[in-house]
């Protein structure tokens, strides 16, 4: 027998029995309350209902009536067998888990590939260590909503990486934490409209999350290419208040590294024209080769500079949790309005993370990661010079979690993306790149982002000569 739990609603003029009546004729009819199930007895349900005997006999009279149940002398009342519309069974959260695993661990076999995954890219033991650490020794902090700008003890960390890291000197109350860039930028827009900007200059090739987030802000945009020592400045507006975005460090659609002297150049623009600039920085860590870049907001003292960080590229990409830093009048006007907002990052998330950093395993993790993306660039360069030079290029790129290919090729960029991402490996076109451009005999040169940190080490080279293969016939 299935215990019942009807609701109520006093302000409706129906009649309560025939509440009752139609809450359990729809437990019937979805298959929630089985064939030949018991109903609980008049007095029973009386008394966990607050109805009195006769409202709930009214029910199941009327219920008896129309043959959705039967009595039985002595007995009670019983579901009838009715053909009607069973409830679709809904799997469990674990069987669903379960399945995408599956699929996830047949995938780097397959010849159906759904994506590839590397599990040497993260230690999730010493993440699982960290967040119980959290519930066990500080849940009490869990009961209650997280900071609007993000929890202190992260924002904490953050500042002390940046600094050893970076070379970014920032005290936690200039930094702001969101769920990924794109809130980041939302957040960032108001704070532009605030200061009275109300004009970006976006690179182009570029991000196009950005610039559909400022576009629909109702920001008037000025698209500025990317040449091979970044940014073209004098390109940049004048006599117009401007924030700038760019990618110094390394430029995601063409690998780019803007020299210190342009970087100089770039603050001197913004001093002069009243202008912000944005440096996304997001994945600045991750150099394999020379010495680290230092960051632009590093060049001088932080009022025309906001910074831009994410953890996304270095942790596992379910969590979602950037961050900004910002100059000290955007950081004033943010305190203004940040009790309009609320934290929309995983509160035990962000302190795992604080005490992931704190412990020193976040450095140990990032220093870990160089080495092993740095031997996957050199088999991917490899393999695509081996078996594919005559048709594709490798461009020069020494950081990253991607490498830039430019492929001579008559097959159009999203066939091109298809035969990657068949194979397991996100790619993306920069079709749009300056780059880009048209091969004598109509054989189209089109550049590619392909993204070979996920592919495990030692599947690389079979997968890149599988992916070479594919884009070779009928080219």
């Not at 039967?70 to 019983?78: A, F, H, V």
């Not at 409830?87 to 379960?98: E, M």
């Not at 509160?347 to 020193?360: I, N, R, S, V, W």
Request: charged share 25%; glycine share 6%; aromatic share 10%.
């Amino acid at each position: 027998m299935k215990a019942l739990f009807p609701v109520f609603d006093e302000t409706r003029k129906t009649p309560y029995y025939i509440q009752l009546y139609s809450y359990i004729k729809e437990a019937i009819l979805t298959g929630e309350m089985a064939e030949g199930e018991k109903l609980p007895s008049l007095r029973s349900l009386a008394a966990s209902t607050g109805l009195s005997i006769t409202t709930v006999e009214q029910s199941y009279n009327q219920l008896l009536v129309e043959g959705y149940v039967t009595s039985r002398p002595q007995s009670g009342y019983y579901v009838s067998k009715v053909f009607a519309h069973k409830r679709q069974s809904v799997p469990a959260v674990s069987d669903i888990l379960l399945q995408e695993v599956s699929t996830l661990e047949e995938s780097t076999s397959s010849d159906s590939i759904v994506m590839q995954y590397d599990p040497e890219c993260f230690d999730f033991n010493k993440w699982k260590k960290c967040m119980n650490r959290i519930l066990n020794d500080y849940s009490p902090a869990l009961f209650f909503e997280s900071d609007p700008q993000g929890e202190e003890g992260l924002r904490t960390e953050i500042s002390r990486y940046l600094y050893t890291s970076r070379g970014v000197s920032c005290s936690p109350d200039r930094i702001i934490i969101g769920a990924g860039t794109q809130q980041i930028t939302n957040h960032l827009a108001t704070l532009l409209r605030r200061q009275g900007v109300e004009h970006v200059a976006l690179e182009d090739p570029g991000y196009m999350p950005v610039r559909n987030t400022f576009r629909d802000r109702g920001f008037a945009i000025t698209s500025v290419e990317v040449h091979r020592d970044g940014l073209a400045i004098e390109k940049l507006p004048a006599n117009i208040r401007t924030a700038a975005y760019v990618s110094p460090s390394n430029h995601a659609f063409t690998g780019s590294v803007m020299p210190v002297g342009r970087r100089y150049e770039l603050i001197n623009w913004a001093e002069a024209n009243d202008s912000y600039i944005i440096e996304d920085d997001y994945d600045s860590e991750l150099r394999y080769f020379g010495k680290p870049i230092p960051a632009l907001r590093s060049l001088e003292n932080g009022d025309r500079v906001v910074y831009l960080g994410s953890f996304s590229s270095t942790l596992f990409a379910a969590v979602k949790i950037s961050y900004m830093v910002l100059p000290a009048a955007m950081a004033r006007d943010f305190s203004t309005i940040a009790g309009d907002y609320s934290q929309t990052c995983s509160k035990l998330e962000q302190l795992t993370l604080a005490m992931f950093m704190e412990t020193g395993h976040y450095q140990t993790h990032i220093k870990k990661l160089r080495k092993l993306y740095a031997q996957k660039l050199s088999v991917v360069t490899d393999v695509f010079t081996r078996k594919a030079s005559d048709f594709v290029s490798v461009a020069n790129t020494s950081s990253g979690i991607n490498v830039i290919l430019e492929i001579t090729s008559p097959k159009p960029a999203e066939e091109l993306k298809k035969d990657a991402e068949n194979l397991g490996i996100p790619a993306v076109s920069a079709a749009d790149s300056p780059e880009a451009g048209t091969m004598p005999g109509n054989r189209e040169k089109t550049t590619l982002i392909l993204y070979y940190n996920q592919i495990p080490l030692s599947n690389i080279p079979d997968t890149i000569e599988r992916l070479a293969a594919a884009w070779r016939r009928d080219s």
